[in-house]
């Protein structure tokens, strides 16, 4: 068994999911006693949330700007400038770039966190992980703060760009495989799993799964889809790292990155890796995934590139060097991968087809 006796383990006390829920920010702030909070965001995020912009401003209180993806060196350097503002708690407002900012500041401060994502493009909106590029060129998944409470706006996530909503299905549903790479982890090499950890990420991916005449443009299965992000990422705080929504699935994405040049999105490639790994699982949910992933559109939102198996070999040689965790790159080799993302490629081009004929 996990022993939790020697670590705390942290979930935001407060989680509002809700239609209108960045509406009662400034309320919870000044109910919190937060007066001297700093703002993390970008302004075309203020741009869109003008009430919150206005408060901001009539009560004079501090913005950093986050005008970059989270680079390390970047980020380590601007530490000291948010530490001299003295803030009693940190807001991050905006998408993966602001959170993963915030929550790195959060964590290296020890400062309160209060997150509103206004994208659901991962579940970082609620995990205690960031994405990090480090100076190699390469990007990892680090350790960092849980916010202490996370307004989720349904009708901001909801207008935000199709490709963002994608996203967060494909990093939502490869939690699929990550279980499967624990479990396998666990039968070859005695890895222990957080039973708790796992149901939670169970839960996050069937939610999706078992959701009714589900559509990208429905603002319950939107609504869904947030929760589902936000119970991926308690399931990592719960496990104490990342096995719970990460595998073989995110060591590709992650080795797409360096091959790509961190040009495509996280959740897209991720997803699309998801059915690879399901597929040479053989697994018993690899079908139902794919008619999901195809009756959404998701595919439709994908760079041809991902679908090159030229590229893929050239992936294949990186991920394994990604991190040291046991998953089903270690049982086949690169032959025998390629073969099947060749036939999964095949059958995720027969059902695009297969779905627009019915369209």
């Given at each position: 068994?996990?022993?939790?006796?020697?670590?705390?383990?942290?979930?935001?006390?407060?989680?509002?999911?809700?239609?209108?829920?960045?509406?009662?920010?400034?309320?919870f702030?000044?109910?919190?006693?937060?007066n001297?909070?700093?703002?993390?965001?970008?302004?075309?995020?203020?741009?869109?949330?003008?009430?919150?912009?206005?408060s901001?401003?009539?009560?004079?209180?501090?913005?950093?700007?986050?005008?970059?993806?989270?680079?390390?060196?970047?980020?380590?350097?601007?530490?000291?400038?948010?530490?001299?503002?003295?803030?009693?708690?940190?807001?991050?407002?905006?998408?993966?770039?602001?959170?993963?900012?915030v929550?790195?500041?959060?964590?290296?401060?020890?400062?309160?966190?209060?997150l509103?994502?206004?994208?659901?493009?991962?579940?970082?909106?609620?995990?205690?992980?960031?994405?990090?590029?480090?100076?190699?060129?390469?990007?990892?998944?680090?350790?960092?703060?849980?916010?202490?409470?996370?307004?989720?706006?349904?009708?901001?996530?909801?207008?935000?760009?199709?490709?963002?909503?994608?996203?967060?299905?494909g990093?939502?549903?490869?939690?699929?495989?990550?279980?499967?790479?624990?479990?396998?982890?666990?039968?070859?090499?005695?890895?222990?799993?957080?039973?708790?950890?796992k149901?939670?990420?169970?839960?996050?991916?069937?939610?999706l799964?078992?959701?009714?005449?589900?559509?990208?443009d429905?603002?319950?299965?939107?609504?869904?889809?947030?929760?589902?992000?936000?119970?991926s990422?308690?399931?990592?705080?719960?496990?104490?790292?990342?096995?719970?929504?990460?595998?073989?699935?995110?060591?590709?994405?992650?080795?797409?990155?360096?091959?790509?040049?961190?040009?495509?999105?996280?959740?897209?490639?991720t997803?699309?890796?998801?059915?690879?790994?399901?597929?040479?699982?053989?697994?018993?949910?690899?079908?139902?995934?794919?008619?999901?992933?195809?009756?959404?559109?998701?595919?439709?939102?994908?760079?041809?590139?991902?679908?090159?198996?030229?590229?893929f070999?050239?992936i294949?040689?990186?991920?394994?060097?990604?991190?040291?965790?046991?998953?089903?790159?270690?049982?086949?080799?690169?032959?025998?991968?390629?073969?099947?993302?060749?036939?999964?490629?095949?059958?995720?081009?027969?059902?695009?087809?297969?779905t627009?004929?019915?369209?």
């Open positions: 068994m996990i022993d939790h006796s020697t670590r705390s383990i942290e979930i935001p006390k407060y989680i509002i999911v809700k239609p209108g829920a960045s509406e009662g920010l400034s309320a702030l000044e109910m919190m006693r937060f001297s909070a700093c703002f993390v965001t970008q302004k075309e995020v203020l741009d869109i949330l003008p009430y919150i912009r206005d901001i401003e009539s009560k004079d209180q501090s913005v950093f700007m986050v005008d970059e993806r989270p680079n390390l060196n970047n980020l380590i350097s601007k530490v000291d400038l948010v530490h001299s503002i003295r803030p009693d708690a940190l807001v991050g407002i905006g998408g993966g770039s602001v959170l993963d900012t929550k790195f500041f959060g964590h290296i401060l020890n400062i309160p966190l209060i509103l994502p206004t994208l659901a493009s991962n579940d970082g909106i609620c995990s205690p992980v960031v994405s990090m590029k480090l100076s190699n060129g390469r990007s990892d998944s680090l350790r960092a703060r849980m916010p202490f409470a996370l307004f989720a706006d349904v009708s901001v996530i909801h207008s935000a760009p199709k490709k963002y909503l994608y996203a967060g299905l990093d939502a549903i490869s939690n699929v495989p990550a279980i499967l790479d624990w479990e396998l982890s666990a039968q070859r090499t005695g890895e222990q799993i957080d039973y708790f950890a149901t939670l990420s169970v839960m996050s991916y069937k939610s799964l078992n959701f009714r005449h589900a559509s990208i429905d603002e319950d299965f939107v609504e869904t889809l947030v929760n589902s992000l936000i119970t990422g308690i399931s990592m705080e719960y496990a104490g790292n990342s096995r719970s929504a990460s595998g073989s699935e995110h060591m590709l994405s992650h080795a797409a990155d360096v091959v790509f040049n961190s040009n495509f999105l996280h959740g897209h490639q997803g699309f890796y998801t059915c690879i790994v399901l597929k040479a699982y053989d697994a018993e949910l690899y079908e139902k995934v794919l008619e999901l992933l195809c009756d959404l559109g998701f595919f439709n939102y994908l760079p041809e590139d991902l679908f090159d198996s030229g590229r070999s050239e294949l040689k990186i991920a394994r060097t990604i991190r040291q965790r046991y998953t089903i790159l270690n049982t086949l080799d690169d032959e025998k991968l390629l073969e099947v993302f060749e036939d999964s490629v095949s059958e995720i081009r027969y059902a695009i087809s297969h627009d004929s019915r369209t």
